[in-house]
C-alpha cells in the first residue's frame, strides 16, 4: 500500500538519528546489516529508547513545525466549530487531530506527539476554544529542557564493551 505520509516521516526518523547521533556512528563503520544489528542490539534499552525518541521528536519537528502547527490547530478548531459536534469533545478533538494530521500528510499520532511535545492544550467547549502555547521551536525545547522532558544523549555506555562513546545532540 502507498503510504507517501509514512515515508516521510521514516526518512525524516532517520534522519534525526543522522544529525542527532552523528558522532556515535562515526566512530563504527559497518560493513554488513549484521554488524550493525549487534551494534544495536548492544544497547541498554532505556538509552536505545532514548536515541529513537530523539529521531522521533526530531521527526516530528521536521514535519510539523510549531508555528504552523498552531496555526493548523486554530484553523481546524473553527471548522470543527461549524460542525457543530463541539460538544462533543473527545470526537471534536479527534476531528481537530485528524485534520491536522492530514494537512501536514502525517498520522494522527505525530499530530498528538507534537501537541503533547510543544505542551499545548487543545481544550473543545461549546465554544470551542482552542489554547497554544507559543513561541519558536527553540524556545519550546529551551522549555522542554528547563522541565527536564528532554534531554539530550551525551555520553552512552554499551553493556558489552567498557568505552564510552560522546554525542552531540
Not at 510539523?64 to 460538544?87: D, F, G, N, T, Y
Not at 494522527?108 to 461549546?126: A, E, F, P
Not at 555506555?157 to 545532540?169: A, E, F, I
Request: charged share 30%; net charge positive.
Amino acid at each position: 500500500e502507498h503510504q507517501p505520509g509514512r515515508y516521510r516521516f521514516t526518512l525524516a526518523h532517520e534522519l534525526g538519528h543522522v544529525v542527532l547521533h552523528a558522532e556515535l556512528f562515526k566512530e563504527h563503520r559497518f560493513r554488513n546489516v549484521d554488524e550493525w544489528k549487534r551494534f544495536v542490539r548492544a544497547f541498554p534499552d532505556l538509552e536505545l529508547s532514548r536515541l529513537e525518541w530523539q529521531a522521533h521528536s526530531f521527526a516530528g519537528l521536521v514535519l510539523v513545525p510549531s508555528e504552523a502547527l498552531h496555526r493548523e490547530l486554530k484553523s481546524a478548531a473553527r471548522q470543527v466549530k461549524a460542525k457543530s459536534v463541539a460538544k462533543e469533545t473527545d470526537f471534536a478533538k479527534s476531528l481537530i487531530v485528524d485534520m491536522v494530521a492530514t494537512r501536514f500528510q502525517v498520522s494522527g499520532d505525530v499530530i498528538q506527539r507534537r501537541i503533547d511535545y510543544d505542551g499545548l492544550d487543545v481544550s473543545v467547549s461549546h465554544e470551542l476554544l482552542l489554547r497554544c502555547g507559543t513561541g519558536s521551536d527553540a524556545e519550546v525545547l529551551q522549555r522542554l529542557r528547563r522541565k527536564r522532558r528532554f534531554r539530550p544523549l551525551t555520553r552512552l555506555r554499551l553493556t558489552r564493551r567498557s568505552r564510552t562513546y560522546p554525542l552531540k545532540c
